[in-house]
């Protein structure tokens, strides 16, 4: 009597060993990418801005540095970049432990304020208000901006705290923010969360924040994108 010949397709050690292989190939694979995406989220210092090491995350003195974001030909979208020292709140030698300290406390007003409600965060949130990923970079807060001479002040950072502590007096959107008793200390560390936020490399997320272009005195600046909203 001759032996049926089985296929491997029916044979159910085949599909056994198979599945074996394939759950072991994705443990691992798994395991790698977490090692991965540890290293590529993880904040980088000061020692990194000073030695020019571009880190997806900086460190908390990015805030003594101006950012800009710019055209990536390569990666085909803006990407931040960091450049020379920039005053912020008339300074820019804020120690690893004074802008970690303001990070915090902007980070904890973000939370106790609960932005998320209305804004978007790195992608999480609301859509109710702008997203503020990179509300740092808006041009509305820059020297050709309206929000400069609204707010009366002569610095964006000074300008943004303003807004933040008194958010009724300058009607800035159709959707006004409403009042939030926002202290002048937890402003600056807002403004401060902001951008260090807006120096994250999210890959070009939020897609339809804007495009760099080149104004009248060859500096870049943002516009935005018209119907992307």
Not at 131 to 155: H, I, Q, S, V
Request: net charge neutral.
């Amino acid at each position: 009597m001759s032996k049926r010949t089985v296929s491997v397709w029916t044979d159910n050690r085949f599909w056994v060993r198979s599945a074996a292989w394939v759950t072991g190939f994705a443990a691992m694979l798994l395991i790698w990418l977490t090692f991965d995406t540890l290293s590529q989220i993880s904040m980088g210092n000061d020692e990194d801005l000073k030695n020019g090491i571009a880190k997806r995350v900086p460190g908390p003195t990015v805030i003594n540095y101006k950012i800009t974001y710019e055209m990536s030909d390569k990666r085909g979208h803006e990407v931040p970049v960091i450049g020379g020292k920039e005053k912020f709140f008339g300074k820019d030698d804020w120690s690893e432990e004074e802008a970690r300290a303001l990070l915090h406390l902007g980070k904890l007003g973000s939370q106790a304020k609960n932005c998320m409600n209305c804004h978007t965060l790195l992608g999480n949130g609301a859509y109710y208000a702008p997203d503020l990923t990179k509300a740092w970079l808006d041009p509305a807060w820059g020297p050709t901006g309206p929000y400069l001479g609204m707010t009366g002040k002569d610095t964006k950072e000074e300008a943004m705290a303003e807004f933040l502590q008194h958010p009724s007096q300058y009607p800035t959107h159709e959707r006004m923010m409403p009042d939030l008793k926002i202290t002048a200390d937890e402003a600056k560390g807002l403004v401060a969360f902001l951008k260090h936020m807006s120096s994250i490399d999210t890959n070009g997320f939020p897609r339809n924040f804007g495009k760099m272009s080149t104004d009248e005195n060859g500096g870049l600046t943002l516009r935005e994108k018209r119907g992307a909203q």
